[in-house]
T-cell receptor
Framework: SQTIHQWPATLVQPVGSPLSLECTVE??????LYWYRQAAGRGLQLLFY??????ISSEVPQNLSASRPQDRQFILSSKKLLLSDSGFYLC?????????????FGPGTRLTVL | AQSVTQLDSHVSVSEGTPVLLRCNYS??????LFWYVQHPNKGLQLLLK??????LVKGINGFEAEFKKSETSFHLTKPSAHMSDAAEYFC??????????FGTGTRLQVFP
């Protein structure tokens, strides 16, 4: 069966520090991968998605970036965090086989920027 | 363009009473529709999915939703609420690019 992991689970970082959040998927090949952010009391905002290794599409211009160095690894990064980067970050995968559009979410990372 | 509207930001029910969470959608083609649930500080869990097969979709934990094309609705129901159902619920529609479009969420409170 497929599983999705995110780490760390929680993170507290000072303004201006770098960021690296990791997401890995097991049990599937060549999935679409997604990064979402959920601000307090709000819905989900799609940040990045990837249809393959090295292929990244950005939905919202900001100081975050994403990379996909391996088929089942998706990384969210920042060189300098802003206060507004605080939120709950969710990674999701979507299986291409059978052209299903269902996305399955990881447990999330709670980021607090102080 | 696709969109989804969750009509209630908060719903409160007593344990053992029915739950109704309302969702209306807009789509220029036959959409896929989903309900996800999110417990505090957790990821989103898929409750159920509609994909143009049966209009009444049964999901996990006793939830079900009915697709009504004439009303462009996809309301989520459960006959009897349990304390563990307290969470945030998201109605979601898929776009033609396979991206998901999320509603703003409905927070369900269940009182004993």
């Amino acid at each position: 069966s497929q599983t999705i992991h995110q780490w760390p689970a929680t993170l507290v970082q000072p303004v201006g520090s770098p960021l690296s959040l990791e997401c890995t998927v097991e049990g599937t090949s060549n999935p679409n991968l997604y990064w979402y952010r959920q601000a307090a009391g709000r819905g989900l905002q799609l940040l990045f998605y990837s249809v393959g290794i090295g292929q990244i599409s950005s939905e919202v211009p900001q100081n975050l970036s994403a990379s996909r160095p391996q088929d089942r690894q998706f990384i969210l990064s920042s060189k300098k965090l802003l206060l507004s980067d605080s939120g709950f970050y969710l990674c999701a995968w979507q299986e291409l086989a059978g052209h299903t559009d269902t996305q399955y979410f990881g447990p999330g990372t709670r980021l607090t920027v102080l | 363009a696709q969109s989804v509207t969750q009509l209630d930001s908060h719903v409160s029910v007593s344990e053992g009473t029915p739950v109704l969470l309302r969702c209306n959608y807009s789509s220029s083609y036959s959409p896929s529709l989903f309900w996800y649930v999110q417990h505090p500080n957790k990821g989103l869990q898929l409750l159920l999915k509609y994909t143009s097969a049966a209009t009444l979709v049964k999901g996990i934990n006793g939830f079900e939703a009915e697709f009504k094309k004439s009303e462009t609705s996809f309301h989520l129901t459960k006959p009897s609420a349990h304390m563990s159902d307290a969470a945030e619920y998201f109605c979601v529609v898929s776009s033609w690019t396979d991206k998901l479009i999320f509603g703003t969420g409905t927070r369900l409170q269940v009182f004993p």
